[in-house]
């Protein structure tokens, strides 16, 4: 199994800045790609930004130029800086890994417990 484990939402103002963190352990063999997911209350859970391992990124719409996605893969960490929050911002935020184990022969999806992130003045 793999478990993912994500730190750094809170509360901050509309302009304010966070930045999310989600570390992977377990006994990991090989991580394919990391990912930020979003859920507000009473919506589906979206993507908002994704990186392979090699490094490509990708973005929702809603925050590109806005976030930006990062990742350690020597510490099978992966980060989400935020800046120019929005009160639409606001969400659960969930960590995503498509990771193969040391015993499966196929990489699986891993989702973590979620971190709020509030803006609101």
């Known amino acids: 199994q793999v478990q993912l484990v994500e730190s750094g939402g809170g509360l901050v103002q509309p302009g304010g800045s966070l930045r999310l963190s989600c570390a992977a352990s377990?006994?990991?063999?090989?991580?394919?790609?990391m990912a930020w997911y979003r859920q507000a209350p009473g919506k589906q859970r979206d993507l908002v930004a994704s990186?392979?391992?090699?490094?490509?990124?990708n973005y929702a719409a809603s925050v590109k130029g806005r976030f930006t996605i990062s990742r350690d893969n020597a510490r099978n960490t992966v980060y989400l800086q935020m800046n120019s929050l929005k009160p639409e911002d606001t969400a659960v935020y969930y960590c995503?890994?498509?990771?193969?184990?040391?015993?499966?022969?196929?990489?699986?999806?891993?989702w973590g417990q979620g971190t709020q992130v509030t803006v609101s003045s």
């Open positions: 995503n890994a498509v990771a193969r184990t040391t015993s499966q022969l196929y990489p699986l999806n891993y």
């Open positions: 377990g006994s990991i063999s090989s991580i394919y790609s």
């Open positions: 990186i392979t391992n090699s490094g490509s990124t």
